[in-house]
């Protein structure tokens, strides 16, 4: 029977992970982390970003950089596990390039230019493969006692806000029909 500290056991937790998230939770050499959309494909997660795409810049995320890589559960939606990785951006004439872009693309949702995807990504923008680098950093049995949760990044939006002179009194002090 495989246990919480078999690598075996360790790199299926983390492939059947990345594979059911429809997000990962990146945190590069920079920044905090963010959840980014993702395929898994061959043994690493990829990922898409640039112009048209999911912000990939202020994360630090180069080739040969270290990044940690969380994924939540499928059935309770919490961390389930943390793994490093490591930073590869292959270019387009990689032999593993073409096979992982068409499982981005198959994941892509709302593309507009769904023929001319590929030759977009590979015009404009950055495509990354992050591979596991190492035994999982938390996992079920090795879960941090503390929660991890941060304070939120500073923001001009607000949902205070004065009401508008407008809207009839009963709206205003905040009755429903």
Aim: proline share 12%.
């Amino acid at each position: 029977m495989a246990t919480a500290a078999d690598p075996g056991f360790d790199r299926a937790l983390i492939e059947e992970s990345a594979r059911k998230s429809a997000l990962v939770w990146v945190r590069g050499p920079e920044g905090p982390p963010r959840p980014l959309w993702h395929a898994w494909h061959e043994g690493a997660v990829w990922l898409v970003g640039g112009p048209g795409e999911q912000p990939l810049d202020g994360l630090g995320l180069v080739a040969g950089a270290r990044a940690t890589v969380s994924c939540r559960s499928k059935d309770r939606g919490g961390r389930l596990v943390v793994w490093p990785a490591e930073v590869a951006e292959p270019g387009p004439d990689d032999p593993a390039w073409a096979p992982a872009v068409a499982e981005l693309a198959g994941r892509r949702l709302n593309a507009t230019d769904t023929a001319t995807l590929a030759e977009r990504w590979a015009a404009e923008c950055r495509v990354l493969r992050l591979s596991p680098a190492g035994e999982p950093l938390q996992r079920p049995g090795a879960m941090p006692a503390e929660s991890g949760a941060a304070a939120p990044l500073p923001t001009p939006a607000s949902t205070r806000v004065a009401t508008p002179s407008g809207l009839p009194t009963r709206r205003r002090a905040g009755r429903r029909r």
